[in-house]
């Protein structure tokens, strides 16, 4: 059972534009949400979080928006650059402060390619 | 501030040998999250340490056992091998009483023959 879903394995844009990577949840426990990045031979990198009392938080070039009832998240990167092209994680956990409350559930990863 | 570091980085064992991965946390982290990635999908909880003691587990089977030392460092033992564990074995880790984020290490690649 997949709990945090990623149904885009890949994107492509042109530098400049907007990237829209989305995922979708269905753990209604879930209260904060993150994104990594990943390349190649690296372990993921932390980019941005949520929490479930927000619908909207924003860094630099990077906008998460969270649509709790429909159980939706997504990343928005304005402008997109080559440099932003790796694979992209969502991430959900759990409220509380146990060790499997505090987990981690992944999504699947979306590969997004800036061309230039 | 040293990052998260795991050794080695890559590893070929065969079919029903034991394992050992290591990971060193964060400067000032005082816990450490094992997660397994699989190809081409993402990384899934295996367990959690906590002040030396397991704080969370998974859905892995007891073959995979962990250790955390007073230094915040942990190990990762799997046993008895199977082919399905290869794969990218990260290491995370984070303060415990923060909402804050866990920060990863690059993992060790695992081959199991």
């Known amino acids: 059972d997949q709990q945090v879903k990623q149904n885009s394995p890949s994107l492509s844009v042109q530098e400049g534009r907007i990237s829209i990577l989305n995922c979708d949840y269905t753990n209604s426990m879930f209260d904060y949400f993150l994104w990594y990045k990943k390349y190649p031979a690296e372990g993921p990198t932390f980019l941005i979080s949520?929490?479930?009392?927000?619908d909207k938080n924003e860094d630099g070039r990077f906008t998460v928006f969270l649509n709790k009832s429909a159980k939706h998240l997504s990343l928005h990167i304005v402008p997109s650059q080559p440099g932003d092209s790796a694979v992209y994680f969502c991430?959900?956990?759990?409220?509380?402060?146990?060790?499997?409350?505090?987990?981690?559930?992944f999504g699947s990863g979306t590969q997004l390619t800036v061309l230039p | 501030e040293t990052g998260v570091t795991q050794s080695p980085t890559h590893l070929i064992k065969t079919r029903g040998q034991q394992v050992t991965l290591r990971c060193s946390s964060q400067?000032?982290?005082?816990?450490v999250s094992w997660y397994q990635q699989a190809l081409g999908q993402g990384p899934q909880f295996i367990f959690q340490y906590y002040r030396e003691e397991e704080n969370g587990r998974g859905n892995f089977p007891p073959r995979f056992s962990g250790l955390q030392f007073p230094n915040y460092s942990s190990e990762l033992n799997v046993n008895a091998l199977e082919l399905d564990d290869s794969a990218l074995y990260l290491c995370a880790s984070s303060l415990y009483a923060g909402i804050g984020e866990q920060f990863f290490g690059p993992g060790t690649r695992l081959t199991v023959l």
């Open positions: 400067s000032g982290h005082n816990t």
């Open positions: 991430a959900a956990r759990r409220g509380g402060t146990s060790g499997s409350a505090r987990q981690l559930t």
């Open positions: 949520i929490s479930s009392i927000k």
